[in-house]
């Protein structure tokens, strides 16, 4: 195991040193447009609680203090802590709208121009690969040639085709994955324990001041990273 992580370290470097410029430029992208976009806890300070009801008691404290880009660790979903922490719904779901629509415009294109030879045999004659896009329209017991209604189920497959592979993707991207090696604040935090994160690139951050008003809670553990 140890052999594989140190493998996916020294790729993960190469990629990073070979494709810097273009990582950095969607970085910057996708954090400005999306508003979920997980950071690794490499620097500022955690504190571990006993149950998900402290954890976002502190969680609220802090963002109405104007602490910003927090996080959560915790072994099951917690309702209502994104907004707790601050996070508006994601614009994930923009995505997967566009991807769809996209996907419907272009299935309901291609329908069409099969029927109606949109792509003319002046533009198409030389590619002997899609003869097929000059082979209609057929005219089956006087039927109209352009005949929406059977193209709906082509239109709803690639719709959801187009909209379920952009989400997947989109996805893997905004969250970083997959990723071998990951910091590991603590080894409880998937069995029973609940931790808030502040990191050093939040607004007001103060190592004191966030440790003095972590304590009030009575964490088990506060620590600083980095």
């Not at 400005?32 to 690794?40: D, W």
């Not at 006087?142 to 709906?152: C, E, L, N, R, V």
Request: proline share 6%; glycine share 6%; charged share 20%.
């Amino acid at each position: 195991m140890q052999v594989l992580e140190r493998f996916f370290e020294i790729l993960e470097t190469f990629f990073d040193k070979f494709f810097g410029k273009q990582s950095e430029f969607f970085n910057q992208l996708f954090t400005k447009f999306f508003q979920y976009r997980y950071e690794e806890p490499v620097k500022g300070v955690y504190a571990i609680f006993r149950t998900p009801e402290e954890l976002l008691k502190v969680a609220k404290e802090l963002h109405q203090k104007g602490y910003t880009n927090l996080d959560a660790f915790s072994p099951f979903p917690i309702h209502g802590l994104e907004h707790s922490l601050g996070y508006q719904r994601s614009r994930l779901p923009y995505l997967a709208f566009f991807a769809g629509l996209t996907g419907f415009l272009f299935a309901f294109f291609l329908q069409y121009n099969t029927h109606e030879n949109l792509i003319t045999t002046t533009i198409t004659h030389a590619i002997d690969a899609y003869p097929n896009l000059n082979s209609y329209p057929l005219n089956y017991g006087g039927k109209p040639t352009f005949s929406w209604p059977a193209m709906i189920p082509i239109c709803f497959e690639l719709t959801v085709l187009f909209a379920g592979l952009t989400t997947v993707v989109g996805l893997f991207v905004l969250s970083r994955m997959p990723k071998v090696s990951r910091v590991n604040l603590d080894d409880n935090l998937t069995n029973d324990k609940f931790a808030i994160w502040i990191p050093s690139t939040s607004a007001k951050y103060n190592e004191e001041e966030i440790k003095s008003l972590l304590s009030k809670y009575n964490p088990e553990i506060i620590k600083t990273v980095g």
